[in-house]
């Protein structure tokens, strides 16, 4: 396989004056301070906060990469559960970059690439995730053919036959059993703003962004040149993805091997109710607090759209978290802390939803399927999906 | 056998010292039954750095007087007295950095002189034991003009050791003289221990203190109550808001007996003041005094306040340029003793009646003045008695345990008071005030037991 | 060679290297000791809150000071004074060190551990315990941040003041030590604003100061009696660790009025004049004086940004920020400021805030991001994460002079002609104290730390800098000295020619030796710990 899909592979050492000159400024352990409206809320980094030692924040995280390439010890399990308890939520990074350059969560995604290469990481949790990406092309263990399923009473055209200006990327997520409300809703909000899309399926890949986020380079890499030339075989000239964490392997990983714009499902209506082609209806009072998804928010910068598409649902009173933007709380599923560190994950969602509570939201909105399933299964407040508000 | 006054003689020089009874007697109430004692008044710190020297050589108690008359005990200690006063010069006004470099025999009149001359002035003690100005600072006492500036008005002080060393607080320890004066030591702030502490450290000797320059407008304005807590109020929010210099609340026999000079003057000029009064002082840009006067005015209205006349604003006005002496206060009934402490502004009117529960039949005067920007307020409670009522110390003592057991705070508490302060007060904070006094002090020989007991 | 083999290799080779410095004198810190101790501490915290692991403690062993990286042995997460108490009784039993660290935010080295043992980490202590609002005071751990308690404080219309810091950094730890604020002309520093505390110290023995300390309401005035709450300030940590502070709000006017008189020319004998003018008549709340390197990190997002803003602005700043209770009060306030300014400084013009925003193109907001950076949070830390400090105090007519002599100590240090550092790298800010009694230096040099030759440039510009400034007779501050005791021969140096800066640190020492027999408590301090138990029967 041709390695480099999108750039050289990065190596952690790339990076040597990055966890070298962390200064332990501490701006990476809280969020903006701006912003802060309670010191209840100010926490920025799930895994420091919860368990509070030094190396769980990304400046303890730069000290083991800097260790570790300066070979003062040799990785453990315990290096291993550290840099596994990482959301990947961006959240340092975009407190540091800005003004001490330092690029942190990168680093802590390419002390997982170490990990893997050497052979100490992932955790043995994430094993059968690993294994069903590459055995079955989802993390979630399904047998193939549910994408399929999902789609199959939508109507919508099959890219592998049909031709359509955008190509409707489900993912995984979004085509699993029990998302089929969520997924109807968001196809029929595409095509009420006159939207002309198809999907690929069974035949639609994974965008093994799991893979990704646990350091497993060559899985994620393994299929995606092919997976490039099959979206460039539907004729597509649009990919929209419904799901943020696809957008964010589409749109950054795939772009220098792919001629294709990337979009998420929420620009697309949101330029749509600019235009005034989306017609948005809603029956009943709501106090709904939106929460920005990692990958939609940070990742991809892309905090706009949902809420103009929001503010416009009748009589649905948008709220926001006191984290909320750039500075948003992680839901505590990213990063394969789920799977590998549910106890972690399960406190990071709570917290979240405690501040749902805090700011006086009934229910809970937000656009991603890893986010919404996460609040869900904590059973504290209704979950909503975007695009099951809009339609 | 050598005298041991004679030693000392030989030591710092005959005329800093005295075994005459006649003079020894004034510093006490009664003339002690049994006179042993010498006292030294060193004119300038080396003489006292000699006084101390010998007498820590020759195992012999030192006591400072710091206000009032000392306890017989002390008459008949074999100590050495020393009084400080002798040490007097004003070394020197730096008006452009607000500092006047005074010793200890430096009086709030005198100083005010030398600063009237400069168109500087002092912030004056509202309740002042001792005209010296390193007194009343070092010890706390509370100024006029509390809740405007900080309760501290000085930067370094120097002082003696029980052994004759030198100790200067603050930056003086190692910068040329002249320079930065600023009050923090090195490290840990040993120096602050050296505050309120009945000189069981170190003997002080001069100090750096704040002066201030005089503005352009000056006003004082009154205004009249019929309660106390309403007034207490209108003082918090006047501080809160930073508008006014100085700030009283005092009732009708306190501010009569503090105005007037004799009994019928007191009750004379009672019979023309609100129960309760508020006085504020303004000093600054004229602009700002217009504005700080109309705003706080507003503000007394809401409350239920009303402006007076601009007779008891004009007496104010000259009172607050001088020491108001807590003595001066006795020509209403022979005596006045206090009962004095901090405490929030909420509390500040009930803890006025409790006291008052525990002094009945006793002439009273009350006043109040806030602290940082009304967020305390020193409360001080006049009892104006015959002199020597034996009934007094029981009850003053009464009312003192009703504040603290209602959580008042007694920031240097003195006498009986100090017993039971320092009897609630945490182990480990007693514990390191031995500490440091055996550590300056190992053979415990400067002023033992004024503190509190044993130390 | 792969990785894996690539480090076989290299491990057989002994070259995997753990930077532990070993124990001196053999006592303190054996490894048999630890042991137990870890046991132990792992007992009184719970297993989740106490670690040896190696992945731990390393990230303790840097900051960004030049201070040598070392790890502790034993990394403890207290939750509470009684879990401080356990820490530093099994520390004494078993002669282990410990090294308390707030939020572990410092320039100085102040929380590496000189010789491993115990490292303190309060920031599970991180709840405010109490607001009185009406009363102006709150109570706090030691983990809780200057961000965290100012926006809980505005919310109730007080503030705490702003310290020239991270707004990560811990209040209490900030307050024992360095604490410069821009309101420290109005409100004092350090010591100004503790009320009282609970504090473990090094025997492990719980002490309460302030009113507190009797039952007393938190009535503002030190007492009873001797200041017993001052021997914490500037003792580094070397005298215990607290666990709780009741410090001093203070009230936030209504109404906010900002004049920022600038100057472009080098009219340095106008500044001090000028600073003390409106620091005397105390009408103004916050009160400075900068340089446009500051404008920058103010203003901007990033440090590209604020390189390319800082040449755009005057150099010469003083910025006074006064407060009323109506518009109207502020309003003339600041016009009064602007007078006085104007009286004693005719250089100075006051800036436009519409100018300031053209010049950032729109893209950074003006005088009300300005402000809230200014008054609430600033950061001062930037350009990769670090900035060298040179400092003095001294009246402040002095000051511009021993601006000048720290420059020309600098510059003659890393370069040649006063142009070799950039007005981007640079810096110069003067506080004044005590309503324009004196002020405070600060010279911050920033580095870029991923160049080592820079770093070192700077270091050694620093120290010439601070050299410099100590010539001119200027203060230093903040207990230094548990720091200058660290430094060895200096502090006997320093008692030689300061005698009575000998008295007291002779008076530090041995309060130490009796608070600390055992020399356990952030050993900086090398002293022969029998004599000590005896000074402490």
């Given at each position: ?391 | ?455 | ?257 900002l004049t920022v008189p600038v100057s472009n020319t080098e009219k340095w004998e106008q500044i001090a004049p000028a600073l003390k003018a409106i620091s005397q008549r105390n009408i103004v709340i916050e009160n400075a004086y900068f340089q446009n390197t500051y404008m920058g990190i103010f203003l901007a997002e990033t440090n590209a940004e604020s390189s390319m803003l800082i040449p755009m602005f005057p150099r010469h700043y003083v910025v006074p920020v006064t407060g009323g209770y109506t518009p109207e009060e502020a309003e003339a306030k600041c016009k009064v400021c602007e007078e006085d300014i104007l009286a004693v400084a005719p250089d100075f013009e006051f800036m436009d805030w519409e100018v300031v925003e053209q010049l950032s193109a729109g893209r950074i907001l003006g005088v009300d991001k300005f402000t809230k950076f200014f008054r609430e949070s600033v950061r001062v830390q930037r350009v990769k994460g670090s900035f060298f400090v040179g400092f003095g105090l001294d009246h402040l007519e002095y000051l511009p002079e021993i601006n000048q002599e720290m420059m020309r100590a600098m510059t003659s240090q890393v370069g040649t002609d006063d142009n070799v550092i950039s007005a981007d790298l640079i810096a110069t800010y003067f506080q004044p104290y005590d309503m324009g009694r004196l002020g405070f230096i600060e010279f911050d040099i920033f580095i870029d730390q991923s160049n080592p030759e820079d770093s070192l440039r700077t270091i050694s510009g620093t120290l010439a800098a601070m050299a410099a400034s100590f010539r001119k007779g200027s203060g230093i501050c903040f207990g230094i000295w548990p720091l200058v005791e660290g430094a060895g021969p200096l502090h006997d140096l320093i008692g030689l020619i300061f005698p009575q800066a000998g008295t007291y640190v002779d008076t530090y020492r041995t309060m130490k030796m009796i608070y600390d027999p055992n020399n356990v408590c952030l050993r900086r301090f090398e002293y022969d710990t029998l004599r000590a138990k005896k000074a402490a029967l």
């Amino acid at each position: 396989m041709e390695r480099g899909l999108t750039r050289k592979r990065e190596k952690l050492t790339d990076y040597r004056d990055d966890y070298w000159v962390c200064g332990k400024c501490k701006m990476c352990q809280s969020i903006n301070v701006q912003k802060f409206v309670s010191a209840r809320f100010s926490a920025n980094c799930p895994c420091g906060t919860r368990y509070r030692f030094e190396s769980y924040y990304a400046a303890g995280m730069m000290e083991i990469a800097r260790a570790i390439t300066n070979l003062e010890f040799e990785p453990t399990e315990k290096t291993a559960e550290i840099i596994y308890s990482c959301n990947l939520c961006g959240l340092c990074q975009e407190m540091c970059f800005p003004l001490k350059g330092l690029h942190t969560t990168r680093i802590i995604q390419l002390m997982r690439e170490k990990a893997v290469e050497e052979g100490w990481g992932p955790l043995p949790a994430h094993a059968s995730v690993l294994e069903s990406t590459t055995e079955r092309d989802n993390p979630f263990g399904l047998e193939r053919g549910f994408k399929g399923r999902a789609v199959r009473d939508l109507e919508v055209k099959d890219l592998t036959r049909e031709r359509a200006e955008n190509l409707l990327f489900v993912g995984c997520a979004y085509a699993a059993p029990g998302q089929g409300e969520r997924l109807g809703a968001l196809v029929r909000a595409l095509r009420s703003v006159g939207l002309d899309f198809g999907v690929l399926g069974d035949a639609e890949p994974c965008c093994r962004s799991f893979n990704l986020a646990l350091g497993d380079r060559d899985g994620f890499e393994e299929n995606a040149l092919e997976n490039i030339a099959l979206f460039h075989s539907t004729g597509a000239s649009r990919i929209v993805t419904a799901c943020p964490h696809c957008l964010q392997v589409l749109r950054d990983e795939y772009s220098r091997a792919m001629d294709l714009e990337v979009v998420h499902a929420t620009e697309v209506l949101a330029e749509a109710l600019e235009r005034g082609d989306l017609e948005v209806r809603g029956d009943r009072k709501l106090k709904g607090a939106y929460h920005d998804p990692c990958f939609l928010g940070r990742w991809c910068e892309i905090y706009e759209a949902p809420r103009r598409l929001l503010s416009a649902v009748p009589g649905l009173e948008l709220l926001e978290f006191e984290r909320s933007l750039e500075n948003s709380w992680c839901c505590g599923a990213g990063g394969g802390v789920k799977s590998g560190r549910p106890e972690l994950s399960s406190w990071t969602a709570d917290e979240r939803l405690e501040e749902a509570n805090a700011v006086g939201a009934e229910v809970v909105i937000t656009a991603c399927p890893h986010c919404t399933q996460q609040f869900e299964e904590r059973g504290r407040l209704p979950v909503y999906d975007i695009y099951q508000v809009l339609v | 056998m050598r005298r041991v006054d004679e030693d000392l003689r030989e030591v710092v020089g005959a005329e800093v010292v005295s075994t005459d009874p006649g003079i020894l007697s004034v510093y006490f109430r009664e003339p002690p039954p049994r006179l042993d004692l010498i006292l030294a008044k060193p004119r300038d710190s080396l003489e006292l750095a000699d006084v101390a020297a010998w007498a820590y050589r020759n195992e012999i108690p030192l006591y400072t007087h710091r206000r009032g008359y000392l306890s017989p005990e002390v008459a008949s200690s074999g100590g050495v007295l020393v009084d400080l006063t002798g040490i007097d010069r004003i070394v020197r006004i730096d008006e452009d950095n607000l500092l006047a470099f005074v010793e200890y025999g430096v009086t709030f009149e005198r100083l005010k002189g030398e600063l009237d001359r400069r168109g500087l002035r002092i912030l004056m003690p509202a309740a002042a034991t001792s005209s010296s100005v390193v007194r009343t600072f070092l010890d706390r006492d509370v100024i006029l003009a509390n809740g405007a500036t900080r309760p501290y008005q000085f930067t370094t002080f120097h002082a003696i050791l029980a052994d004759g060393r030198l100790w200067m607080s603050g930056t003086d320890q190692y910068t040329p003289d002249g320079h930065s004066e600023f009050r923090e030591d090195l490290g840990p702030m040993y120096s602050n221990f050296f505050h309120a502490s009945e000189d069981i450290f170190g003997m002080p000797y001069a100090m750096k203190a704040w002066i201030y320059r005089r503005w352009e407008e000056r006003r004082v304005t009154t205004y009249a109550f019929s309660e106390a807590a309403p007034a207490v109020e209108a003082a918090r929010l006047a501080s809160r808001h930073d508008q006014v210099f100085e700030c009283v609340v005092a009732d009708r026999r306190y501010l009569s007996v503090l105005l007037a000079k004799s009994p019928d003057e007191a009750d004379a000029l009672a019979e023309g003041l609100p129960p309760w009064s508020v006085i504020f002082g303004f000093e600054n840009h004229p602009r700002l005094v217009e504005i700080w006067d109309r705003q706080t005015g507003e503000m007394v209205k809401g409350l239920g306040g009303e402006r007076q006349g601009s007779d008891l604003a004009s007496l104010m006005r000259e009172k607050f340029e001088w020491p108001w002496y807590l003595s001066e206060r006795a020509h209403y009934r022979g005596a006045v003793e206090t009962v004095e402490y901090y405490t929030f502004a909420g509390k500040a009117a009930p803890l006025f009646e409790a006291v008052a529960a525990e002094l009945k039949g006793y002439e009273l005067g009350r006043v109040a003045i806030p602290s940082y920007y009304g967020a305390a307020f020193y409360c001080e409670t006049d009892v104006y008695h015959p002199p020597g009522d034996p009934d007094l110390p029981e009850a003053w003592f009464r009312a003192y345990r009703e504040a603290l057991d209602r959580g008042a705070h007694v920031g240097r508490p003195r006498g009986e008071v100090a017993r039971l302060v320092y009897s609630r007060l945490d182990p480990e904070n007693l514990r390191m005030i031995r500490n440091l006094k055996r550590v300056l002090d190992p053979k415990g020989l400067l002023n033992p037991g004024q503190l509190m007991e044993g130390v | 060679m792969k990785g894996k083999d690539l480090r076989k290799d290299l491990k057989e080779r002994k070259i995997i290297k753990v930077p532990v410095k070993h124990e001196i004198d053999g006592t303190h810190n054996r490894p048999e000791n630890l042991e137990k101790a870890y046991r132990e501490l792992q007992e009184a915290l719970g297993e989740e809150w106490v670690s040896n692991d190696i992945n731990i403690t390393v990230a303790y062993a840097r900051d960004q000071s030049v201070v040598p990286m070392n790890h502790p042995h034993i990394v403890a997460l207290p939750g509470s004074t009684e879990d401080v108490a356990a820490i530093m009784e099994i520390a004494n039993r078993y002669l282990i060190d410990v090294t308390p660290y707030g939020t572990g935010l410092n320039t100085l080295g102040m929380t590496i551990p000189p010789y491993g043992g115990i490292l303190c980490d309060l920031r599970r202590m991180d709840r405010i315990l109490e607001i009185d609002a009406e009363n102006m005071y709150c109570t706090i751990g030691p983990g809780v941040t200057f961000a965290q308690l100012q926006t809980e404080t505005l919310k109730r219309g007080l503030r705490l003041i702003n310290p020239s810091t991270s707004a990560n950094a811990s209040v209490v730890s900030n307050i024992m030590m360095g604490n410069i604020s821009t309101l420290a002309n109005k409100y004092g520093v350090g010591l100004d604003h503790i009320i009282g505390y609970k504090i473990v110290l090094p025997d492990g023995r719980i002490m309460v100061c302030g009113p507190q300390a009797y039952g007393a309401d938190n009535a503002h005035l030190p007492g009873p009696g001797p200041d017993v709450r001052a021997f914490i300030r500037g003792s580094l940590g070397t005298m215990g660790i607290i666990t709780e502070m009741t410090i001093r709000l203070y009230p936030e006017p209504n109404h906010l009025k900002l004049t920022v008189p600038v100057s472009n020319t080098e009219k340095w004998e106008q500044i001090a004049p000028a600073l003390k003018a409106i620091s005397q008549r105390n009408i103004v709340i916050e009160n400075a004086y900068f340089q446009n390197t500051y404008m920058g990190i103010f203003l901007a997002e990033t440090n590209a940004e604020s390189s390319m803003l800082i040449p755009m602005f005057p150099r010469h700043y003083v910025v006074p920020v006064t407060g009323g209770y109506t518009p109207e009060e502020a309003e003339a306030k600041c016009k009064v400021c602007e007078e006085d300014i104007l009286a004693v400084a005719p250089d100075f013009e006051f800036m436009d805030w519409e100018v300031v925003e053209q010049l950032s193109a729109g893209r950074i907001l003006g005088v009300d991001k300005f402000t809230k950076f200014f008054r609430e949070s600033v950061r001062v830390q930037r350009v990769k994460g670090s900035f060298f400090v040179g400092f003095g105090l001294d009246h402040l007519e002095y000051l511009p002079e021993i601006n000048q002599e720290m420059m020309r100590a600098m510059t003659s240090q890393v370069g040649t002609d006063d142009n070799v550092i950039s007005a981007d790298l640079i810096a110069t800010y003067f506080q004044p104290y005590d309503m324009g009694r004196l002020g405070f230096i600060e010279f911050d040099i920033f580095i870029d730390q991923s160049n080592p030759e820079d770093s070192l440039r700077t270091i050694s510009g620093t120290l010439a800098a601070m050299a410099a400034s100590f010539r001119k007779g200027s203060g230093i501050c903040f207990g230094i000295w548990p720091l200058v005791e660290g430094a060895g021969p200096l502090h006997d140096l320093i008692g030689l020619i300061f005698p009575q800066a000998g008295t007291y640190v002779d008076t530090y020492r041995t309060m130490k030796m009796i608070y600390d027999p055992n020399n356990v408590c952030l050993r900086r301090f090398e002293y022969d710990t029998l004599r000590a138990k005896k000074a402490a029967l």
